[in-house]
Each structure stands twice: as C-alpha cells, then as structure tokens.
C-alpha cells in the first residue's frame, strides 16, 4: 500500500468514527428530547444508544458542550418554564416534566432560572 492510499485509509477511519460518534450524540439528544419526561438515568440513555455511559458522556461533552445529564435538565427545566407561563400549577408542571419531588424540582429551577416555580409563575401571570 503506498503512503498516499495509508493517508486515505487513516481519513476514511477517522471520518467514519466521528461520524458514528456524532450520530450517536444526535441521537441520545432525541432520545432525551422524546423521553424527557420519564425517570431516564444515564444507563438506560447508553443502553438506548449502543455504548458505555463514561463513553456517552465524553462524546455527548464533546459534541454539545454539557452532559446528557445537563441536557435533560435543561429540557425539564424550559418544559417547566412552559408549563408554569400557561395554567399549571407547580406540582403540576413538576410531575409533569418527570421529577418525582418538588423540592428537588425547586432547587433545581431556582439554580437554572435565579427565581423559585412559584415566583416565575407569578411574573409570568403580572405580564
């Protein structure tokens, strides 16, 4: 094999391993995208998509600049955000978007957005 048909070969593999690694990060996000709103640990998204967790991890990082774990949080948390703009109450919108403890929800909302579910919804209801 000459230098330049190695040189093709060693791009080929590379393309081909990226691409299989942004598939997979592609499609972990719409598996949460879809899922978002059900109890999904991270083993059941690696399972769902064919690899190790530590490795899902790297590659969604990698592609995404979060974690699969920070995504779906994310995803709760602007679902919430929805949910509490319109005529849901927070247990509801809590529930609602697969947390199992409004205080857990609560601390997590109030990290992401700097205001508590209740205070959001009430600003949302003056505007």
């Known amino acids: 094999m000459t230098n330049f048909n190695q040189a093709i070969a060693k791009?080929?593999?590379q393309l081909y391993h990226n691409g299989n690694q942004a598939e997979r990060a592609i499609c972990t996000r719409k598996f949460i995208d879809h899922h978002f709103d059900m109890p999904i640990p991270l083993d059941k998204i690696a399972h769902a998509v064919?690899?190790?967790k530590f490795h899902l991890n790297r590659e969604f990082k990698r592609h995404y600049g979060i974690t699969p774990s920070?995504?779906?949080k994310d995803q709760r948390i602007l679902e919430a955000k929805k949910l509490l703009s319109g005529?849901?109450?927070v247990s509801s919108a809590c529930y609602t978007v697969g947390y199992d403890s409004l205080s857990t929800f609560s601390m997590l909302f109030r990290q992401w957005?700097?205001?508590s579910p209740s205070d959001y919804k009430k600003a949302r209801m003056n505007k």
Request: with cysteine; glycine share 14%.
């Open 11 to 13: 791009l080929t593999g």
């Open 50 to 52: 064919h690899c190790s």
């Open 87 to 89: 005529n849901s109450s």
């Open 70 to 72: 920070q995504y779906l």
């Open 113 to 115: 957005t700097g205001s």
